[in-house]
């Protein structure tokens, strides 16, 4: 069963506000969020605040520092803990879109072998993805930026690269 978990239940609303075109509102309410989590808080909530909040980032160097926050923070989620919050939730099935994220904010500032180590290592677990929507959406993005990657490159990519 699980539980009702108000970090992440204000985070969504964080989320759509940005989704809904309110970047630097969304953005602060995730940087209120992650400074009350703190840096040594709960794994899920802080790699789930650092994940989204990459993605509210006006310069790519920010975007990066908020994905290497959101790596950092999984590597002490648990599988146990994750469940939790959503039953069918693998940490594992977390790290291909964090190593994708990654791959494209390097690619896009120019750091040519780190995205391609974070688009190999994407690559490497794209096995952990479920097999439905957002799994085939991920799989394609992963080709996306290989092949931006290959094209040497640094644009934006039209459509969304999956948070």
Not at 54 to 59: C, F, I
Not at 93 to 117: I, M
Request: hydrophobic content about 45%.
């Amino acid at each position: 069963m699980t539980e009702i978990d108000n970090v992440m239940v204000e985070m969504g609303r964080a989320v759509e506000q940005g989704r809904a075109g309110d970047r630097a509102g969304a953005r602060a309410a995730l940087e209120a969020l992650w400074d009350s989590v703190g840096a040594d808080g709960d794994a899920l909530h802080r790699c789930s605040i650092a994940h989204y909040c990459a993605d509210l980032q006006d310069a790519v160097a920010d975007e990066l520092e908020w994905d290497r926050r959101a790596l950092a923070a999984v590597t002490d989620l648990t599988d146990e803990r994750a469940r939790r919050f959503q039953e069918s939730l693998q940490v594992r099935a977390f790290l291909p879109s964090l190593h994708l994220n990654l791959a494209d904010g390097y690619r896009r500032s120019g750091e040519t072998d780190r995205a391609r180590h974070h688009l190999g290592l994407a690559m490497d677990q794209a096995d952990a993805l479920p097999a439905d929507e957002y799994g085939a959406w991920l799989r394609n993005a992963l080709d996306r930026v290989r092949a931006a990657l290959d094209a040497g490159s640094r644009a934006v990519l039209a459509g969304p690269v999956p948070a």
